[in-house]
């Protein structure tokens, strides 16, 4: 079984590596003080385990659970004791490890980790399709029913009572909801990364900071929704 760790803290990734040396079958194939870094390496490289702690400069460890598709089995290691009851909300959380962790306790989290991986796993979601690609959108202007390929949307941003849709050649403005046309979009293409845009992921240019670059429009990114961008994100 192997596993990397995640701290931004390098005595308390220490500490860890160093349970982890007391467990035959357990190896640490790297360590990581950032978010970042480690979701590059999970892009390339599969583990059984992480060792993740929760706070962390800019990035939860949450929000790190939340960018991975389909994440390994993660054992949480924090000197904070509020979130425990969180973690279990996430499938993929095994165990919650408050610092200073004890050998015995740490033996413990690593039997419920081997009991976890031998269990049957779960139906995953319905895979998606590129089905809705080569659709197209009809939206009604002025009496007129014009017709927009998907692939040609590059935004939508609501706006009061309305909705603007922009496209590669022209501007559309439409009496609807952002939550109504979300629900017409491959969620393969498209994508909400704030509550007033939804965005065509095949057409972002640059991502810097806290926003997104799609032609000449920058748009932002919410917190609750930058997890799920960088889920999606192909990191080199």
Request: net charge negative; glycine share 2%.
């Amino acid at each position: 079984m192997n596993c990397i760790i995640i701290d931004d803290e390098a005595t308390a990734r220490a500490v860890v590596t160093q349970l982890c040396s007391r467990i035959p079958d357990l190896d640490v194939i790297d360590e990581f003080s950032g978010a970042m870094e480690a979701i590059k390496f999970l892009n390339k490289h599969t583990v059984d385990l992480i060792f993740l702690d929760i706070h962390m400069p800019g990035f939860t460890g949450f929000d790190f659970v939340e960018t991975l598709k389909n994440p390994p089995k993660i054992v949480m290691t924090t000197s904070d004791t509020n979130f425990a009851i969180t973690a279990y909300e996430y499938e993929a959380i095994v165990d919650y490890l408050v610092k200073p962790i004890t050998e015995e306790r740490f033996e413990k989290a690593i039997q419920k980790v081997k009991k976890s991986l031998t269990e049957q796993p779960k139906l995953g979601a319905r895979e998606e399709t590129d089905a809705g690609l080569d659709q197209d959108l009809y939206i009604n202007i002025d009496r007129r029913l014009i017709k927009l390929k998907f692939k040609e949307i590059q935004l939508i941003e609501a706006k009061g009572d309305y909705i603007e849709i922009k496209t590669d050649n022209e501007n559309y403005r439409v009496h609807n909801t952002l939550k109504k046309i979300k629900e017409k979009l491959p969620e393969k293409t498209f994508l909400q990364i704030h509550r007033s845009y939804i965005i065509n992921f095949t057409k972002i240019i640059d991502i810097e900071d806290n926003s997104v670059l799609i032609a000449k429009n920058v748009v932002p990114i919410s917190r609750s929704n930058r997890p799920e961008l960088m889920r999606r994100l192909n990191l080199l």
